[in-house]
C-alpha cells in the first residue's frame, strides 16, 4: 500500500477513538503548558490499549516510510502508535537481519520521540536490543545531546543490558547525568539503577555508596525504591539536603 494512503488510513482510525474530555486530562498529565517538557503537545484523548491495538493491526504491511510520516503528526498519539509500529517492524525484521533500517529511523527521529512514555516504550526495545552485541558509542554521544529526549534514550536504552546482566552502560551513564538539569533525568537514571539493583545488588550498592551525596534526591529515591526500609532510611539518612 502507498505509505501516504497508509499513514492517512493509520492517523484517521486513531482519529475516530478519540475522547475530547480525555485529551485534557492527558495534556496536563504530560505537561503541555509553557515553559513545561511537552509544551505545545497535541493530545486526542486516546488509552495506550487502544493505540496498540492499532498498531497491531496494521504490523504486517508497515514499512519505514509510513512511520516516519507518522512520527511527523502534531498528535501525541499518533505518534506513540508510530512508536509502537516501529518497535513491532524492528522486531519482525531484525530476525532477518533486516533491522537497520529502524533502528536508522529511530535515530533520525529523536526529536519527535518527544515525551517520557515514547522513549520509554522504545529505547530498550530498538536501541538496547539492536547494540546489545555492537559498540555503543552512540549512548554516549546521545548523551552529550542538548536535546532531554536524545539523554533520556541513552538511559532508558541500557534496560535491555541490565536484562542480560550487562550493567557496565547503565552505572556509567548515571554517573553522567549525577549533574544533569532535569527531573526527567533523574527519575529515568534511578529508575535504570533500581532495575540493575535487581540483577547486581553489590555493583549498584558500591555505586549508590559512593554518590550518594551528590545524587539528585529524585534519582536516589527511585534507586532505592525496592530496598528494605532500614537500608532506605540509612541511604535518605546520609542526604544533607532532607
Known amino acids: 500500500m502507498n505509505p501516504t494512503i497508509l499513514t492517512?488510513?493509520?492517523?484517521?482510525?486513531l482519529l475516530d477513538l478519540a475522547d475530547p474530555d480525555r485529551a485534557v486530562q492527558m495534556a496536563g498529565f504530560f505537561k503541555t503548558g509553557p515553559g513545561e517538557y511537552g509544551a505545545g503537545d497535541i493530545f486526542l484523548g486516546i488509552s495506550v490499549p487502544q493505540q496498540r491495538a492499532v498498531a497491531r493491526r496494521y504490523?504486517?504491511?508497515?514499512?519505514?516510510?509510513?512511520?516516519?510520516?507518522?512520527?511527523d503528526s502534531e498528535f501525541h498519539e499518533v505518534r506513540l502508535?508510530?512508536?509502537?509500529?516501529l518497535n513491532l517492524g524492528f522486531h519482525r525484521d531484525d530476525?532477518?537481519?533486516n533491522g537497520r533500517k529502524w533502528v536508522d529511523l529511530y535515530l533520525s527521529k529523536t526529536d519527535r520521540i518527544n515525551n517520557w512514555d515514547l522513549v520509554d516504550s522504545s529505547a530498550h526495545i530498538v536501541l538496547g536490543r539492536w547494540l546489545e552485541k555492537r559498540e555503543r558509542d552512540i549512548l554516549y554521544r546521545l548523551a552529550e545531546s542538548s536535546l532531554l529526549w536524545d539523554n533520556r534514550i541513552a538511559m532508558?536504552?541500557?534496560?535491555?543490558?541490565?536484562?542480560?546482566g550487562d550493567l557496565g552502560d547503565c552505572l556509567q551513564l548515571a554517573e553522567k547525568f549525577l549533574g544533569h538539569p532535569h527531573d526527567l533525568m533523574?527519575?529515568?537514571?534511578?529508575?535504570?539503577?533500581?532495575?540493575?539493583?535487581?540483577?547486581?545488588?553489590?555493583?549498584v550498592e558500591d555505586f549508590l555508596n559512593k554518590y550518594t551525596d551528590i545524587m539528585p534526591r529524585t534519582m536516589l529515591r527511585y534507586?532505592?525504591?525496592?530496598?528494605?526500609?532500614?537500608?532506605?532510611?540509612?541511604?535518605?539518612g546520609r542526604d544533607v539536603r532532607q
Open 59 to 71: 504490523k504486517h504491511v508497515i514499512e519505514v516510510d509510513t512511520v516516519r510520516q507518522l512520527l
Open 223 to 236: 534507586a532505592i525504591e525496592k530496598m528494605e526500609e532500614p537500608v532506605r532510611r540509612a541511604y535518605l
Open 95 to 97: 530476525k532477518t537481519g
Open 156 to 164: 532508558v536504552a541500557t534496560l535491555h543490558f541490565i536484562r542480560q
Open 81 to 85: 502508535t508510530a512508536v509502537f509500529l
Open 186 to 203: 533523574h527519575k529515568a537514571s534511578g529508575w535504570m539503577l533500581r532495575e540493575a539493583w535487581k540483577r547486581d545488588a553489590g555493583q
Open 8 to 13: 492517512t488510513e493509520i492517523t484517521d482510525a
